[in-house]
């Protein structure tokens, strides 16, 4: 039998190099002491500060001396017990600290229970992770802080990956709708003016760039040069675009809104007397998701009638997809995402871990609270029985 702690320390360096996350780094030194000492716990670390993005006429930020963003990664967890079926999805923050903490996968909602999970017994898969930005000493306000947290979606790509010290590329989008770009080398956000119509999602895609407008459009974004190419003509006909990576190929969902006047009126007006425009926006119901595929071949979109065992997940600041087999469920062919109509209208399960949290079967056509199908609910809350205050330290 293999003595596996008598690998040379240069081939346990390369392996621990190849590891994606701090959690598998941290499975892989607690395996044997020569596998502890041969390296360090260490991650990548980016600037204390970044500067505040420029305003619509692209020009810098008055407070910007005073005022800036720290960046944060979250990822998300499909967790398991080796003793039970039962799956967690958990998405998971790391501080400054290295401690973790346990947040809603869909949302920007922090868990509210001080349990600390032991991962050396867990089986841990990561399905999905997002980049977010924090406000630096910016006043909170009136609504839960959520002006603290820069609230586009926000992806990283890494110049050098076998180097904690490489260089980076930040791609989000202003709130003009154009593209802006955060190089570590210039240290310093770039607005895009290359805009037919309004972006509405990014997507690091195979190690490239990639932005899809309000029609559809998609574009590959050169971080090099700052310029945009067309990849694929508009679909016309949703309100909102998502792009997500799916069993290799990069698809298209197609979010379709409309207007419920159902929602209690005396909730907006307590709520959102001083925002009639967040008010809209919170009384509006996703009635319909097309799903299509890129052909890079054509340049176009192909729709996608069934995504067969495949689940996809449109969250607040990340979206992604895994098969039904890694989630511990019987079925597939779904999008979960978040629905604010669910949340004013008191449907879903009673929890703010699901509530909010909509399910569209491709199947049926059909639009349903996360309650109603109970495989998939449970994978948001309650716990599972395992996790219990017996499982303990990270």
């Known amino acids: 039998m293999a003595d596996w702690s008598q690998l040379p320390k240069d081939l346990l360096g390369l392996i621990a190099k190849r590891l994606d996350t701090s959690f598998d780094l941290f499975r892989f030194r607690h395996v044997c002491s020569t596998w502890r000492s041969s390296v360090t716990p260490t991650r990548r670390r980016f600037p204390g500060r970044f500067p505040l993005l420029p305003n619509e006429n692209n020009s810098k930020n008055f407070f910007s001396s005073s005022f800036g963003f720290s960046l944060s990664k979250r990822t998300v967890f499909v967790i398991r017990s080796p003793h039970n079926a039962t799956s967690w999805l958990i998405k998971v923050k790391e501080d400054e600290s290295n401690r973790k903490h346990l947040l809603n996968p869909l949302k920007r909602h922090r868990f509210d229970f001080a349990k600390v999970l032991d991962i050396q017994n867990l089986s841990l898969l990561e399905i999905g992770h997002e980049y977010v930005l924090n406000y630096i000493n910016y006043p909170p306000n009136s609504l839960n802080d959520a002006c603290t947290l820069y609230m586009e979606k926000l992806i990283l790509m890494h110049l050098d990956q076998k180097s904690d010290l490489g260089g980076f590329v930040l791609l989000t989008i202003h709130v003009s709708g154009k593209l802006a770009i955060y190089t570590s080398e210039n240290k310093d956000w770039v607005i895009l003016e290359q805009m037919p119509s309004p972006y509405d999602d990014v997507i690091l895609f195979k190690g490239k760039f990639y932005a899809v407008d309000n029609t559809g459009r998609i574009v590959y974004v050169d971080h090099s040069c700052f310029d945009v190419n067309l990849v694929a003509n508009p679909v016309f006909g949703g309100d909102k675009k998502y792009l997500v990576q799916c069993k290799g190929d990069l698809l298209l969902v197609d979010m379709y809104l409309s207007i419920d006047a159902t929602v209690d009126s005396s909730f907006s007006n307590e709520y959102f007397e001083h925002e009639p425009q967040l008010a809209y926006c919170m009384s509006e119901r996703t009635v319909m998701f097309k799903v299509f595929r890129l052909d890079w071949k054509q340049k176009e979109w192909i729709e996608v009638k069934n995504l067969r065992d495949h689940v996809l997940f449109l969250g607040e600041d990340c979206v992604f997809s895994t098969s039904a087999d890694d989630l511990g469920v019987s079925k597939g062919n779904c999008i979960l995402f978040v629905d604010n109509l669910f949340y004013l209208s008191g449907e879903g399960d009673g929890s703010d871990c699901g509530h909010g ?29 395992w996790f219990t205050p017996a499982v303990l330290e990270v």
């Open 357 to 385: 949290v909509g399910v569209f079967d491709l199947e049926s056509g059909c639009i349903k609270p996360l309650e109603n199908y109970p495989e998939l609910s449970k994978l948001f809350w309650p716990p599972p029985a």
